[in-house]
């Protein structure tokens, strides 16, 4: 039933969007087929609103805002790249970070004299009735406690969970759909994606997740220079609402403000580029929302990042692969990069690596060198698809988050300097990094030499096994006396049988390993 309600939903979203001229922009901005974007125009033409033309980022705000949660969070990610939406589209959607209309601050004080079993008085010696900021998922007012010390107090919105859950099924409807009638597009596996998406969800809607990972972040990032992540109050935090640490800064993307204030821009980009690129590949957890709202930047210069509601995680061999991929864009060894997405399964095995590594130089050389404003992020994204999808590319649902990441991370650099290059910023982090990790190619290969000979034996195991298993029979009944040699030597033959089996074992064990890592 909750299918057949999003399928009837289809048509709703489709007017909202429409009316807000979605269809026109998408057909003027997206790399897609010629019939597309004429249809596109076309349905823009009998739909579109008055004001769809005009102030279109504001407009399409109000109808993300209308349509939930699940679309201000897409609309806050384009928010960052003006160089797909174009300017004037993405200021307007930089107001879906942190300026949704709030719910009173008499239902928040509920909330939290409900969660807490206290009264607001008992709790704090103020608190601001106003709200500093409103998301799509919570909004944080500014309070003292009654130590002195001031907080942010965020607060999830009332029914949420309900909204997110309605949203969520419906993008699931949509995927199954799109991948129904575009069979093309099951390889980008779009349910996987919202399957993702619905966990990080789950995990965002509980403030105590979110406090636990602002934890962690802050233990991985407390030795890097520059960064650091505010205190939590564990004790006033519950499902619905947490306590952390009150931030005074500006915020990121105030560059004129930062500028006044006598930060240098490019220390500020170089420092959020270098910590995300630390978080990825030397911790493998990573802040997974870096919009501007989420980066503020203190008296001293301090970057701080703040809200930890989406957090991403990357083992060591995705790591690793996705190093030596970036790594060897920025070197232009385009064959090495080819060869990574073969020993990653991102390509099927029997790709023609000459032919792959051709295609990646040609999407590498035009950008090699070149700051994000001379870079077409829209013909971009066309030639990856063409690619990938030329050499069947499927998507890894483990990276999506990451991707999506970089992505917002770029558009952040690219609105802070456009003459950086967050690429190159990342050179050092990733050499340092490789040179400081063992290759798990490495690594299998020194596994497997070292076990070739046990593993040679392996054929002789049963015949070995039936012998030694009679004669240990002969020892354990006592038939052998214990001062012979005969027993001696069967007794050294037992020690050496259980050290060939204990190793056979361990060998079989590393070959199911290297199996699973390769295929």
């Known amino acids: ?17 429409g009316r807000a ?15 597309q974007k004429s249809l596109f125009s076309f349905v823009n033409f009998l739909v579109a609103g008055k004001n769809s033309q005009k102030n279109a980022g504001e407009t399409l705000c109000l109808a993300l805002q209308k349509l939930g949660p699940v679309f201000i969070k897409f609309g806050q ?28 601050s008499q239902i928040a004080k509920k909330i939290i004299e409900r969660e807490t079993g206290k009264k607001i008085e008992e709790i704090f010696v103020f608190f601001k009735d106003q709200p500093v900021a409103a998301a799509s ?13 001031e907080v942010a107090v965020k607060i ?55 406090a636990a990972a602002g934890g962690k972040l802050r233990d991985n990032l407390a030795s890097d220079i520059g960064v650091r992540i505010p205190w939590i109050e564990h004790r006033l935090t519950s499902k619905n609402i947490l306590v952390c640490e ?28 270098t910590s995300f690129f630390n978080q990825v590949f030397r911790d493998g957890y990573f802040h997974a929302d870096m919009h501007q709202g989420n980066l503020l930047v203190d008296n001293s210069g301090q970057l701080i990042f703040i809200d930890f509601g989406i957090m991403g995680r990357l083992d060591k061999i995705n790591r690793r692969f996705l190093a030596e991929i ?72 483990q990276l999506l988050l990451l991707q999506k990441t970089m992505v917002v991370v770029e558009g952040v650099a690219r609105r802070l300097d456009p003459d950086a290059n967050i690429w190159e910023i990342s050179q050092p982090v990733l050499e340092k990094w490789l040179k400081e990790t063992k290759d798990p190619i490495n690594e299998i290969e020194n596994i497997l030499k070292n076990t070739s000979e046990v593993l040679k034996k392996l054929p002789e195991f049963p015949k070995v096994m039936d012998k030694a298993n009679q004669a240990l029979t002969y020892l ?44």
Do not use: C
Request: proline share 4%; glycine share 6%.
């Open 137 to 149: 998922v919570a909004q944080v007012h500014k309070a003292k406690l009654t130590d002195g010390r």
């Open 246 to 273: 009150w931030i005074t800064g500006l915020r990121i993307d105030d560059v004129k403000g930062l500028v006044a204030s006598g930060h240098k821009i490019d220390d500020i980009t170089n420092k959020a580029a």
């Open 326 to 397: 970036l790594y060897g864009f920025i070197k232009r060894d385009y064959k090495k990069v080819a060869e990574v997405h073969v020993a990653a399964s991102l390509v099927p095995q029997n790709v023609n690596t000459e032919e792959l590594a051709q295609a990646l130089r040609s999407i590498g050389e035009p950008i090699f060198g070149q700051s994000v404003k001379n870079i077409s992020g829209g013909k971009l994204l066309k030639q990856l698809f063409d690619i990938t999808e030329k050499f069947n590319m499927q998507t890894q649902p």
């Open 156 to 210: 999830l919105r009332p029914n949420i969970h309900k909204r997110m859950a309605k949203d969520i099924t419906f993008f699931y409807t949509l995927a199954r759909i799109m991948e129904f009638l575009a069979p093309q597009l099951k390889r980008l596996r779009l349910v996987i994606a919202v399957e993702q998406f619905k966990q990080l969800t789950e995990l965002e809607l509980d403030m105590r997740m979110e």
């Open 21 to 35: 001229g979605v269809l026109g922009h998408i057909s003027r901005l997206a790399p897609l087929p010629a019939w």
């Open 77 to 104: 990610a384009l928010s960052t790249r003006s160089d797909l939406l174009g300017p004037d589209i993405a200021r307007g959607l930089v107001m879906l970070q942190d300026s949704i209309p709030p719910f009173s």
């Open 1 to 17: 039933m909750s299918y057949l309600i999003a399928i009837f939903r289809l048509p709703y979203i489709g007017l909202i969007l």
């Open 476 to 519: 354990a009944s006592g038939q052998i006396p214990q001062s012979s040699n005969t027993y001696s030597s069967l007794n050294e033959k037992k020690m050496e049988l259980k050290s060939f089996k204990n190793q056979s074992i361990i060998g079989l064990l590393f070959l199911v390993i290297l199996s699973i890592i390769v295929f």
